[in-house]
């Protein structure tokens, strides 16, 4: 076709002209055409607060890491594929492996980082935006070792190519910070508007949050350097300021019953509801969470109240794939514990590493004289015969222990730190030795009735609350055993079993204390089907670096690597790791 060169001509004219006569328009003429007056020129530090703490546990795509490595890693969880074909196949993808740097890094460490700097004049925002990114930072750093921290979250100031800071300087930072900002809180007459945790911007409750965190990190650094470790837990405890030391205290995020927006939404820093939650439910009624046999098999063998509560028999052919619910996934859990005792047959609880369909079982019920066992799975094959209650698929996963729904609801909180946990630092800390008060054994006991308490508060349904007298009759069935170790050993058990829904504090713990005994990764099976694993079958101890920080912060980088022996191996002991988890 031919093209009218005159027309063309005419337009190019017309073009011209416009862009003379529009740049002939006045400057603030210009200004006030292009500015929106429903947005802000400036962000409020409070705002920025906000949406760092509710990324913790709100983030969906980064929380996925957390699926994927470390609740397989720590053996809370297993036979879903996910956890199976990562952490379980010990498997290291680095699209993976980089989604808690890459959510964290450009949006909750640069928010806290630039709102500290414009912060200032308000001291009490300022500490608790310093405090929160120290929370942050120490999730990072336990997880991947050396990284960037003094000159991270700069980039608005010109500063690209941060350098990777040593573990050891980074927990040194964490205690002056940490007591800088306990003394700062209640300076100002700011207020914390943007705090979205229990703590209700209140400056004390900041304070005791912040001793608290000085106390775990002490513990944390307490094999390593145990001098360092008891001067600041000591400190931390005898501030005036106070720790965390009843529920009322306790320091978590508070979500809502929101739209899970999955990926999308966390691109859009939608963070309002407990993503992590969201994540183990599952967004395919063939791949929910299931309960691993090692979590399994510690609660039943201390006869922990919490062991039904936890590992629930579900069908849930007719489930919600938007949204966790009770409806459409139907308990079947006392019918299937009366099948299995009529039947001879013990729980069939996914090993660390096996998929919900690996050892396929085929012993579900199928005659007239099982479903008398389970009337309620006849009456549901009967009244929806083409929803699939009866699908060998959907039996199949019946037989397994799944996790409760009741921990994959949307609303339920982003644990910081609780009465519980300080309270096993306390009992730990006297069995060290430190100059603590109490005893180690009212400690371990405040500490275990704390833990159920708060299953209660903040998970459980008011049909499976524990009674105080179920929680009593535990608690005075536990010992410390004979020994400092079975002491240590009882303590970061009940500590393991307190961080289920708190995965980063819980591998993080579980390296440091090398509690509860574990599965030995290397003498369990291995499947087809998933990606393929690590010749080393051994459970890692850290994660990876990003692939992308070799190309675009190469310097820094390579000096990260040659402090660990020139490669980024992930069988690497981080700086305060000293000994191997123990393992069976």
Sequence with gaps: MKRNKFSIFKLFNFCIAATLLLTACSDEHMESVNTDETKTAVIDPNA????????TYGDFTMVNFYRCYVSGFTQHFSGNWNIVNYAGSVFPEDATMCLLWDGLYPKAINNVTDAISRSADKPNVNAALRIHRVYLMSVLTDIYGDIPYFDAGKGLQGLSNPKYDTQESIYNDFFEELKACVDQLGTGTDRISGDVTSLNGSTDAWRKYANSLRMRFAMRISDVNPAKAKTEFEAAVKDAAGYIATEDDDAYIKYMDAPITKNEGANDCDFRYNAFSAIL???????????????????????????DRICRHYVNARRSDLKPDYTGT???????????????????PCEPGQAWYNDWKSNYPTSAEDFALVPTLKQLIDTYPNAGFGADDSLERLLRLMLAVDFEMVDCPGTLINSGEVEYLLAEAKLKGWDVPGTKEKHFTDGVKASLKWLNTHYLSSRDKMSDAE????????????TDEEAKEAINTQAWILHMMNPAEAWSNLRRSDYPVLKDRENLPTYSGFSGGDTNQKTPTRIRYPLFENQYNHANYMDALDRMGGTDDWHKPLWWDKYDIHVK
């Design 330 to 348: 139907v308990d079947l859990t006392k019918e299937m514990q009366n099948y299995f005792n009529s039947k001879g047959l013990g729980e069939m």
């Design 281 to 307: 439910y599952g967004q395919d009624i063939t791949q929910p969470m299931f309960v691993s046999s090692t979590l399994y098999e510690i609660l039943k063998n201390l006869n922990d109240p919490r062991l």
């Design 48 to 55: 920025q607060l906000t949406t760092s703490l509710l990324q």
């Design 471 to 482: 929680i009593d009759s535990y608690v005075n069935s536990l010992t410390l055993g004979t």
